[in-house]
């Protein structure tokens, strides 16, 4: 129990921690020896629901997030599964961890799970595709020159 719920005292203390262990309304009624309006008054109370609330979140965040990333990985691997839920399981894992595939099918990080200097490298890297891309060229014979002009807008002027 959290000191979280140390705040109730004497039978609502009791209240509290049953009602935390799981037990139903009419469970905690009988094994106190409270009225319905106790046990209610501790249930609803704005301590209790912040606690219920945060050992959910945790439990999400740490079991759970285990079972589900598992169960991801046995569809995922299960060659007996149909094409369709293996390929979405994997795609699940990869979005989750933050990878991706590049346009040679190759694993990529998103920029938010990149370190500083692998961001100043996809920087960098993107700069001179954009460069490049930015200047059209023709190749004749092994040679290559810059396009001036659109032989279309001679031909349409």
């Given at each position: 129990?959290?000191?979280?719920?140390?705040?109730?005292?004497?039978?609502?203390?009791?209240?509290?921690?049953?009602?935390?262990?799981?037990?139903?309304?009419?469970?905690?009624?009988?094994?106190?020896?409270?009225?319905?309006?106790?046990?209610?008054?501790?249930?609803?109370?704005?301590?209790?629901?912040?606690?219920?609330?945060?050992?959910?979140?945790?439990?999400?965040?740490?079991?759970?997030?285990?079972?589900?990333?598992?169960?991801?990985?046995?569809?995922?691997?299960?060659?007996?599964?149909?094409?369709?839920?293996?390929?979405?399981?994997?795609?699940?894992?990869?979005?989750?961890?933050?990878?991706?595939?590049?346009?040679?099918?190759?694993?990529?990080?998103?920029?938010?799970?990149?370190?500083?200097s692998e961001l100043q490298q996809r920087l960098?890297?993107?700069?001179?595709?954009?460069?490049?891309r930015a200047k059209p060229i023709n190749i004749?014979?092994?040679e290559s020159e810059q396009v001036k002009d659109?032989?279309?807008?001679?031909?349409?002027?």
């Amino acid at each position: 129990m959290s000191k979280e719920l140390n705040i109730f005292k004497g039978k609502r203390h009791k209240i509290a921690e049953l009602l935390d262990r799981g037990f139903s309304s009419k469970e905690v009624q009988t094994k106190t020896k409270a009225t319905h309006s106790e046990v209610q008054a501790v249930f609803s109370s704005a301590i209790f629901q912040d606690w219920q609330r945060s050992q959910a979140l945790s439990e999400l965040g740490g079991r759970g997030a285990r079972v589900a990333i598992q169960t991801l990985l046995e569809v995922a691997q299960d060659k007996k599964a149909a094409s369709q839920s293996r390929v979405s399981a994997s795609d699940k894992l990869l979005h989750y961890t933050g990878l991706k595939l590049d346009a040679e099918g190759n694993i990529d990080k998103s920029p938010s799970n990149m370190t500083a200097s692998e961001l100043q490298q996809r920087l960098q890297d993107l700069q001179k595709e954009a460069i490049n891309r930015a200047k059209p060229i023709n190749i004749i014979e092994g040679e290559s020159e810059q396009v001036k002009d659109d032989p279309l807008d001679d031909l349409l002027s």
